[in-house]
């Protein structure tokens, strides 16, 4: 069974500049998280979608975050415009029951 | 939710047992104890999880108190590869979904 899929794997930006994150969740998981990491810190939930519902978006910055999960499937996270404490691992997840499966995570480095 | 707490660091040497320890002492009734691990550069990875009774799978064994205050994660045979951050979560009840990650643990074996 193949994992979650997430690209790009490392991602270097300036602040001011925009960026996106994909992930292509494990196949029949209809729960899909995005995580923040930052470094020294365990993961931070951002968002969670059911299919391609929010369920929750309560610590997503939504001022510079966005998130959308148009067929149920895959997905993608945007931050515009980045700022320096924006510089983490991001995260996606995907689960059908209670058990949460992660992908390798984004690594990215705002300049 | 429960918080949990945990040593922020641990070593054990190469085949013996690793012990975790977790403390959940403000867990409710119906809230489920989880862990997972995450190894460096790579996302979150499920361990195992358990309510009341303990639970083993071809990863670990959980071992809860009584009381459900506390609970021990337990590795029979511990390899080099079993180095990571270990992490004990408690989610809400009726929200096992809701994994809110502390700092964990960082579990080192030593050859």
């Known amino acids: 069974e193949a994992g979650v899929a997430q690209s790009p794997r490392y991602k270097i930006i300036e602040k001011r500049q925009s960026v996106a994150f994909w992930c292509n969740p494990i196949?029949?998981?209809?729960?899909l998280y995005w995580y923040q990491q930052i470094l020294g810190q365990g993961p931070k939930l951002l968002i969670q979608f059911q299919n391609n519902g929010v369920v929750d978006d309560s610590q997503l910055p939504k001022d510079r975050f966005s998130a959308e999960r148009l067929k149920g499937v895959d997905s993608t996270l945007k931050i515009q415009p980045a700022k320096l404490e924006d510089s983490a691992v991001y995260l996606c997840?995907?689960?059908?029951?209670?058990?949460?499966?992660f992908g390798p995570g984004t690594r990215l480095l705002v300049l | 939710d429960a918080k949990t707490t945990q040593p922020p660091s641990m070593d054990c040497a190469e085949g013996r047992a690793a012990n975790l320890p977790c403390n959940h002492s403000t867990i409710s009734g119906n809230e489920y104890v989880y862990w997972y691990r995450q190894i460096h550069s790579q996302g979150p990875q499920y361990i195992i999880h358990g309510l009341k009774n303990n639970e083993t799978n071809e990863m670990a064994s959980l071992i809860i108190t009584e009381d459900r205050k506390s609970s021990t994660l337990i590795l029979p045979h511990a390899t080099l590869r079993d180095t990571a951050v270990y992490y004990c979560?408690?989610?809400?009840?009726?929200?096992?979904?809701?994994?809110?990650f502390g700092k964990g643990m960082k579990l080192t074996v030593n050859p």
């Open positions: 979560i408690v989610p809400p009840q009726g929200g096992s979904e809701k994994l809110v």
């Open positions: 196949s029949g998981h209809a729960t």
């Open positions: 997840a995907s689960s059908q029951t209670e058990t949460q499966y």
